[in-house]
């Protein structure tokens, strides 16, 4: 199994800053993956980080809002820009495995943040 | 956008007794997931079944699959206090390409469990 890690684990900020989310895999995998869970509610998908590419993002999230990196096999950031308390979530980091190899789907800690 | 549907949305029950979580969902999947998250932080991995599949056993937990009614359910038998925590179904779509490894979660089971 993969194990992630996040930081920071919590943050609080104020709003129009920028913070940015650190994730690390313990192994190379193939993809990797961007969650925000607002208070209260499940998991939405934000991204796919893809390594050496672009961000894959989804209905309804932006590059300029939420920008990712994903410089090698093991490691991505996730930016949270210009925020708003409509920001105030927990973001969570996901990896998956070599297709045909791993399907399950692990996710880190999360990172907790507050937008005053 | 979230296709799963859990239910019920909150469940209390006694330690010892069995708990039993269902999900439902809508388009074709390649795997069903559940994951347990206490207090808001991250999520842990409970048991993956694919969509050949109609039953898994890990330990206390159950799940069944039925991919003609597009629903699974979640058994926890003999229930801790321990088991307190948010319970959610996630499902993985068939298929590759841009689809890959996108999880679509259910809106989740709030258990508690009593001592």
């Known amino acids: 199994s993969a194990v992630i890690s996040q930081k920071p684990s919590r943050d609080i900020c104020q709003r129009g800053t920028s913070l940015t989310i650190q994730c690390q895999v313990d192994?190379?995998?193939?993809?990797m993956f961007w969650y925000r869970q607002q208070p209260g509610q499940s998991l939405t998908l934000i991204a796919t980080?893809?390594?050496?590419?672009?961000?894959?993002?989804e209905s309804g999230f932006v590059i300029d809002k939420f920008p990712i990196s994903r410089p090698n096999l093991t490691f991505s950031t996730l930016t949270v820009s210009n925020m708003s308390p409509e920001d105030s979530s927990i973001y969570l980091c996901?990896?998956?495995?070599?297709?045909?190899?791993?399907?399950?789907?692990?996710f880190g800690p999360g990172t907790r943040l507050l937008v005053l | 956008s979230q296709q799963g549907e859990e239910d019920p949305q909150a469940l209390s029950i006694q330690e010892g007794e069995n708990a039993t979580m269902n999900c439902s969902y809508k388009?074709?999947?390649?795997?069903l997931q559940w994951y347990r998250q206490n207090s808001g932080r991250g999520l842990v991995h409970l048991i993956l079944?694919?969509?050949?599949?109609r039953e898994k056993h890990s330990g206390r937990l159950r799940v069944t699959l039925d991919t003609s009614k597009k629903s699974s359910s979640l058994l926890i038998t003999a229930s801790r206090a321990a088991d307190t925590a948010s319970y959610f179904c996630?499902?993985?779509?068939?298929?590759?390409?841009?689809?890959?490894?996108?999880?679509?979660f259910g809106q989740g089971t709030i258990l508690t469990v009593h001592p």
């Open positions: 980080a893809n390594q050496g590419s672009e961000a894959t993002y």
């Open positions: 996901s990896s998956r495995g070599l297709a045909g190899v791993s399907e399950t789907q692990y």
């Open positions: 079944i694919r969509s050949n599949e």
């Open positions: 388009t074709s999947i390649n795997n």
């Open positions: 996630a499902t993985a779509p068939n298929g590759g390409g841009t689809s890959y490894g996108k999880l679509t």
């Open positions: 192994s190379q995998v193939t993809m």
